[in-house]
C-alpha cells in the first residue's frame, strides 16, 4: 500500500523563506549600488584619465574589492590631487 505523506509548512517556515529571500535580495541589491556607485564616481571624479581608466577598469575586473578600494583610498587621493 502507497502512503503520501503531505508536506505541511507552518506560517513560521513560510515566514523565514520570505525573510531569507528578503535578505538576499537586499544584499544583491547593496552590492549593485555599491559597484555603480564607485563606477560612476570613479567616472566622474578629477582624476586624471589615466588613472580614471585603471580604476574604472579595476573596478569592472574586480567589482567588490575594485569599489572598496575606490571609495576608501582612490576617491580621497584624486581629490587630494586635483585640488592642491
Known amino acids: 500500500m502507497l502512503t503520501l505523506i ?28 555599491l559597484v555603480i556607485g564607485a563606477f560612476f564616481s570613479a567616472l566622474f571624479s578629477p582624476a586624471s584619465g589615466g588613472m580614471k581608466l585603471v580604476w574604472i577598469v579595476f573596478i569592472v575586473i574586480a567589482p567588490f574589492i575594485g569599489s572598496l578600494l575606490w571609495f576608501m583610498v582612490g576617491k580621497r587621493n584624486a581629490h587630494e590631487i586635483a585640488y592642491r
Open 6 to 33: 503531505a508536506h505541511t509548512t507552518t506560517s513560521t517556515d513560510q515566514t523565514w523563506g520570505f525573510l531569507g529571500a528578503a535578505g538576499i535580495i537586499a544584499v544583491l541589491a547593496a552590492y549593485a549600488l
